[in-house]
C-alpha cells in the first residue's frame, strides 16, 4: 500500500526540519517549502495527497494559497499547523478549503492523527479550539463576517506585500503587473476598507491573519 504523500509549508526552518523528522516515518513526504508562492508551485507539479502549511507566510499567507489551489481545481487536502488560536481565524480556515486545523502546541502525534483523517475524508479541529470554533460559527451563521471579503484576490495579494513591506516596484516584479496597477490597487483597497494610511492598511492585515504581527514588516521575506 503507497504511502499518503505529504508537502510541508513553513517558513520557520527549525520547525520545518522539526515536523520533517515527525512525518517521514508515517508518510512520504514530497517537498518542503517556506512561502506560500512555493506552495502553489510545489502543488501543481507535486500533488500531494495532504499539505501542511502554516498560515502566516510570507509572499502568500497559507489562507490564499488554499483559496487559489481549490479554484485551481487542486485535489490536495489542507492542514492548517498554526499558531493563532483564534475561532474566527479556524473559521475562515475551513471556508477557505482547509480540512484540518492545529495549533502549534498541538502534540506531534495530533497531526499524524489529523492527516489520517482529512485523507479519509473527514474534517478535523484540534480539541484546544473545536468549542471556540463551533460557538463562532453558531454566532455568526446568520451575520458572517465580511471584513476579509470586501477586497478581491490580487488586491489580498497587494495587500500582503505592503505589510512585509515590500516598495511598489518590488511588488509589481512579484505579481508581474506594472506599478501604476499595484498603486491603482492600493487606493482602491484603502477606500473601501476605508483607511487613509500604509500603517492603516498593516494593521488590516494583522487583524485578518493576513500577516504574523511577530514578525516585523520586511522580516518575512527572509
Known sequence: MNKT??????????????????????????????????????????????????ISMPLLNGLDATRQLKR?????????????????????AFRAGA?????????????IAAIHEVVKGRA?????ITKDVLSFLMDNSS?????????TPRQREVLQL???????????????ISTRTVESHKYEMMEGIGVQT???????AIKIGMVNISSPPGDTAQ
Not at 101 to 109: D, H, Q, R, T, V
Not at 143 to 151: G, V
Not at 162 to 176: D, F, P, Q, V, W
Open 99 to 111: 480540512s484540518g486545523y492545529l495549533l502549534k502546541s498541538s502534540a506531534g502525534e495530533e497531526l
Open 5 to 54: 504523500t505529504v508537502l510541508l509549508a513553513d517558513d520557520h526552518t527549525i520547525v520545518a526540519e522539526g515536523l520533517r523528522s515527525l512525518l517521514e516515518g508515517e508518510f512520504e513526504l514530497v517537498g518542503v517549502v517556506n512561502d506560500g508562492r512555493a506552495l502553489l508551485k510545489a502543488a501543481k507539479e507535486l500533488g500531494p495527497d495532504v499539505i501542511v502549511a502554516d
Open 124 to 128: 478535523y479541529v484540534t480539541p484546544l
Open 162 to 176: 505592503i505589510a512585509e513591506g515590500r516598495t511598489m516596484k518590488e511588488i509589481a516584479s512579484i505579481l508581474n
Open 198 to 204: 500604509n500603517a492603516e492598511l498593516v494593521q488590516y
Open 72 to 92: 485551481d481545481g487542486a485535489t490536495s487536502k489542507v492542514v492548517f499547523l498554526t499558531m493563532h488560536a483564534e475561532a474566527q481565524l479556524a473559521a475562515e
Open 143 to 151: 451575520h458572517p463576517d465580511q471584513s476579509a471579503i470586501k477586497l
